[in-house]
């Protein structure tokens, strides 16, 4: 069974970059989705990107489109979230997920429900 587990977060100054980074262990990700979700607290989780392992087709959310990019490492089993220019309202808990049976398009809609496995997260706050 696919397990999920998130790093990469912590503080970063307004402007900054970071990368998150989202590993697999039981499977691979073989003919998965994998997608980055973020929620703050008393808000809905936000879909912000998402990737096909069979085809590399992937989606962003509007709110991230230009700065985020999400990428897939098959040979370490990691799926990466780059993240540059980050403001304030780029701070949240960040999730991954994967499923496989969610297809992916550039104007999908990325919902939370779709996926099956999900990692514990991982915080990132932009503050100066």
């Known amino acids: 069974q696919l397990q999920l587990v998130e790093s990469g977060g912590s503080l970063v100054q307004p402007g900054g970059s970071l990368r998150l980074s989202c590993a697999a262990s039981g499977a691979t990700f073989d003919y998965y989705a994998v997608a980055w979700f973020r929620q703050v607290p008393g808000k809905e989780l936000e879909g912000v990107a998402c990737i096909s392992e069979s085809d590399r087709i992937t989606y962003y959310a509007d709110s991230v489109k230009g700065r985020f990019t999400i990428s897939i490492d098959d040979s370490k089993k990691t799926v990466y979230l780059q993240m540059k220019s980050l403001n304030a309202e780029d701070t949240a808990v960040y999730y991954c997920?994967?499923?496989?049976?969610?297809?992916?398009?550039?104007?999908?809609?990325?919902?939370?429900?779709?996926?099956?496995?999900w990692g514990p997260g991982t915080r990132v706050t932009v503050s100066s």
């Open positions: 997920a994967a499923d496989q049976w969610v297809f992916v398009t550039p104007w999908m809609n990325l919902g939370s429900a779709d996926f099956g496995s």
